[in-house]
């Protein structure tokens, strides 16, 4: 089954300790990218990847680093969390930046940090 | 001012009855929309894309008025299952994808 997959999906953390959020897409996409969703806000985006070594910030990077080994792999790093980032997170694909279709989100990864 | 702006609702529905969504968005270079679905605590969900001349999927029509800068969405003959949120999207001309906040529909038996 095409699918992005997350983990976890659930997380609390304390603020300062470092944390990692996988993301894993078996679709071949080129196109990945991590959002976050807040109450009364649309969903922003945080980093995203257009190719294996190549990434660049979205709307909102600050505290937040990501990588792209591998094409499959896009995991999210918050090197030392702070509770405004306490949040709904979502990775998704997409064939390419321009595809026409939509993208393909994994089930969300909800964070809370104390 | 936002880039994609939704009503908020919620919508309160009677099953059966049809409902119109409307969403405004403020860069006049964007390239390509979509509404999304987003069930409570879920991922998004593509429902459809909306092509300039209208288009239709079934009991859902999406239309895009490009000179007033707005998209709708029409649900008739309205389910249960339809309560959800629905998240408008604008693709802009760096391909970066602008998300409204959601409108939340809740039909009622």
């Known amino acids: 089954e095409a699918q992005v997959t997350q983990n976890p999906r659930y997380l609390i953390t304390v603020t300062g300790k470092k944390l990692t959020v996988t993301c894993s897409q078996n679709?071949?996409?080129?196109?990945m990218s991590w959002y976050r969703q807040d109450p009364g806000l649309g969903l922003r985006q945080i980093y995203y990847?257009?190719?294996?070594?190549?990434?660049d910030k979205g709307d909102v990077p600050e505290g937040y680093k990501v990588s792209r080994k591998e094409k499959r792999n896009f995991p999210l790093i918050l090197e030392s969390p702070s509770p405004n980032q306490t949040s709904l997170y979502f990775c998704?694909?997409?064939?390419?930046?321009?595809?026409?279709?939509?993208?393909?989100f994994g089930s969300g990864t909800r964070l809370t940090v104390v | 001012r936002k880039e994609v702006e939704q009503d908020p609702g919620p919508f309160n529905v009677p099953e059966g009855a049809t409902v119109a969504f409307n969403c405004t968005y403020s860069?006049?270079?964007?390239?390509?929309f979509f509404w999304y679905r987003q069930d409570c605590r879920k991922e998004p969900k593509l429902l459809m894309s909306?092509?300039?001349?209208?288009n239709e999927d079934g009991r859902f029509t999406a239309q895009l008025n490009r000179a007033s800068q707005y998209i709708s969405l029409l649900i008739r003959d309205s389910k249960l299952s339809d309560s959800a949120t629905y998240l408008c999207?604008?693709?802009?001309?760096?391909?970066?994808?602008?998300w409204g906040a959601g409108t939340k529909l809740i039909i009622k038996p």
């Open positions: 998704s694909s997409s064939p390419h930046r321009d595809s026409y279709g939509g993208y393909t």
């Open positions: 679709m071949n996409h080129e196109y």
């Open positions: 990847s257009m190719n294996v070594e190549v990434t």
């Open positions: 860069n006049s270079a964007s390239q390509s």
């Open positions: 909306v092509y300039s001349s209208g």
């Open positions: 999207v604008v693709k802009d001309s760096n391909y970066q994808l602008i």
